[in-house]
């Protein structure tokens, strides 16, 4: 089985005939085979003589920590004949004297595994073969060294170093451990330049898609809806969070294959085998910092640009299902999941040496390259990866352009993108806990190996715009600003627009909010210290049918639903609802010495959350209709630059004496 999370529970094999009744069960029909080894590979079993056209070979999976009738399902069409042809060894190999002789990097009893090399001569002069001590395939991995790329790391790249002082915008993903993201856009190519730099030694994901696209996305890619099938609680299938296969199921007793003999000559270099350092016994247990006892696929606090994402029960409050959507589609959202119709690369280094991929997703399954999908190509222009002083150093870049269903255009807009880093070895973090001591693979997860990438800071959700222009000249200062998406729009084309305005004398902000939405849902604002949900200072209101102006002082204490304050402190309430768009104002001290408030101060700045809301009914307010928006940095609210305005009234105290000494002369 090509196992990438290691499920609390067994498994159970069958095999279903056309209409989906169970025909055979190939492991014991009243018990879950390997329920206490969960990281188990293979299972063996024989398929009774029964010829079937039509068949289908379920893998059933239990996952405990998430309920007890949780399960995953993996489906393959078979075909049973009564007399067997002879293999084609999955045309890695040929069949000699009753078994497979599999060509060289070719492994398994039909050939079905390949590793990209063997030694470092496979990978050319500018490469590294790589041994991950894996336990799933490729094992052995091609790596280049920086300044080289694509196949045999043959193109040069002309891009040695990276200098995170080279005009990037900067994204935080996660400080504790550090998940940091530059990008820019290189104009005179058209291409997005990634910077990603990744406290820790495995893997480093980045992937996105259109904030406004739908589950319908999927059915670009119907085909696969079939081979990777997962069954929630009541039983129905969906499509699927796990890509799994079979392996060792055979028909016959096939022998074990054996390769064949090296083919290269001359003196080889072998693969340069991982170190695997010795595990402390409670870090082996998943114990590691950053389990939150979330469920997959985790909701974690939002960072810079991140989206919360906690998908509650009952509109709030959380919950422990692990195929939560990003947004509802009852309250107006896109009915998808995070990891549905995304555009991937994924990076691992080793010393100075990488390997960068081109991936997609369509579902929740493990990541597949672009070029194993129909019509998919690897589309990267250029790379660099390398390891330093502890960080793992990942770049790419892309067209803006594209024209693959595997690629997204880069526009004008906002997308929303996942990012996730890959497990440490000896320090693994599952949430709930997996208990991996004393199983087949207690060492499950290994350094860069593509497997399940953990909770908490582990991986999150942003939502960003790569194009967005920097705030305009006439908006920089700190006694007013703006935010509004796209970037571009003006007024009421807004999907989202506020802006806000110091008045000096009284010490009152000015705010106004717009946003494009219907008569029955609510808008907000809201200013945090540090981006989470926790501790933050919201503004919600909407426009009723009748007209009436409904605008509330809320604080957070977590994802549960905002409170409202004891005592309102917004003056000077206005807001209209006119052809789709509702208008909101108020004003506010900067510092309303209210417990349940955050004061803007000269000293202190804060972040901004922008929300589109859900329903309302009467005083209580549903679920955003989207995540909600946190601004890259602190915003400041303060008096503009004092020495701006001494040189202003300096100048125009000189124009004053000239013009005085003119008409005296």
Known sequence: ????????????????????????????????????????????????????????????????????????????????????????????????????????????????????????????????????????????????????????????????????????????????????????????????????????????????????????????????????????????????????????????????????????????TAAVADVLPTCNPDERQGTGTGGTGEPEPGKEEPTKEEPATEEPAKEWASTEEPSKEETSSEEGGTGIHPMDCTDMVIGMAHNDYYKVGDYYTRDRSTPIEDMYWPGGSFSLTSMIGYEENGYTMIGFRRKLASFEKTDYPITDKLYSVVWARGQEYCNYIHAPTVQLANTTHEHFYRKDELKYHGHGSQRGLVALNFLAKDTPPSMTGDCLGEYKQPSTCNGDDCIYMATWQLMVATDEIKFTIKAKQNSKKWVGIGFSKNTKMADTDVITGWVTDNGEVKIQDRWSTGYSMPKQDTKPDMSNIKGTQLNGVTTLEFTRKRNTGDNEDLAFTDTQCLYMIYAVGGTYTGNNIGKHASPPIVSSDPICIRPCNTANAKSVSVFALLVTLLVAMIFLH
């Open 1 to 268: 089985m090509n196992l990438r999370y290691p499920h609390r529970g067994g498994v159970k094999i069958q095999v279903l005939n056309s209409t989906g009744q169970i025909m055979h069960h190939l492991t014991p029909q009243d018990n879950w085979t390997y329920a206490d080894n969960p990281t188990q590979l293979s299972f063996e079993a024989s398929i009774p003589n029964t010829p079937c056209e039509i068949c289908t070979l379920r893998l059933m999976r239990q996952a405990l920590e998430w309920g007890s009738t949780y399960q995953f399902w993996t489906c393959a069409n078979i075909k049973i004949v009564s007399q067997a042809p002879t293999p084609d060894c999955s045309q890695r190999g040929t069949w000699e004297n009753g078994m497979c002789q599999c060509d060289r990097l070719a492994a398994g009893s039909m050939c079905q595994y390949q590793n990209e090399c063997d030694y470092n001569e496979d990978c050319g002069v500018n490469g590294m073969c790589r041994d991950l001590q894996a336990t799933s395939y490729p094992k052995k991995q091609c790596y280049c060294k920086k300044g080289w790329m694509g196949k045999n790391c043959m193109t040069k790249t002309n891009w040695d170093k990276i200098d995170l002082n080279a005009g990037y915008k900067k994204r935080v993903l996660s400080t504790s451990p550090t998940y940091e993201m530059y990008y820019k856009v290189l104009e005179a190519t058209q291409e997005l330049e990634v910077v990603l730099k990744v406290h820790g030694s495995s893997y480093a994901a980045i992937g996105w898609r259109p904030r406004d696209a739908t589950s319908k996305c999927q059915l670009e890619y119907p085909l696969f809806a079939s081979k990777f099938m997962q069954a929630g609680k009541n039983g129905n299938p969906n499509p699927a969070a796990v890509q799994v296969e079979v392996d060792m199921i055979k028909k016959l007793n096939y022998p074990v294959s054996y390769p064949k003999p090296n083919v290269l000559t001359g003196t080889m």
